[in-house]
């Protein structure tokens, strides 16, 4: 089981996602090389656009929590929504980061955490 500690360092991971890509916006410099693009002079957008979508995503699970699910229904909701094909590997990769926003809409105040019949459920607040 995970403690209270692994739950605020998933948290913490999209926090800092976040403000590491508002600081590369910042960054000046002849060419950056980014892991999943091309090559630019300038990353701007390109950091913009992913924190565009990781709101997106937060956006997209937090209405997901409007009917609390469990995080499987929310799992598997976003899997059929994107078009994805659950495997472990997926479910391992993707089922970590799902928790980790969890982790930070809780620590944010966007969801909440409740137990019902000895089944974790998530809610919009």
């Known amino acids: 089981m995970e403690d209270r500690h692994g ?3 998933s948290a913490v ?8 890509l508002e600081m590369v916006k910042s960054l000046q410099a002849k060419l950056f090389i980014p892991a999943h693009a091309e090559a630019a002079e300038d990353v ?3 950091a913009q656009y992913n924190i565009d979508k990781v709101l997106e995503i937060a956006d997209k699970i937090t209405g997901i929590c409007q009917k609390p699910p469990c995080f499987e229904a929310i799992l598997q909701k976003l899997f059929t ?8 590997e997926q479910y391992v990769l993707v089922g970590s980061t ?3 926003y969890l982790a930070w809409l809780k620590d944010t105040n966007r969801v909440n955490a409740l137990f019902e019949n000895n089944m974790l ?3 919009r607040v």
Do not use: C, H, K, P
Request: hydrophobic fraction near 45%.
């Open 44 to 46: 701007t957008a390109l």
């Open 81 to 88: 929504d994107y078009g994805l094909t659950m495997n472990f």
């Open 98 to 100: 799902i928790r980790s």
């Open 121 to 123: 459920l998530w809610q």
């Open 13 to 20: 991971r999209v926090a800092s996602y976040l403000q590491t």
């Open 7 to 9: 739950a605020e360092n």
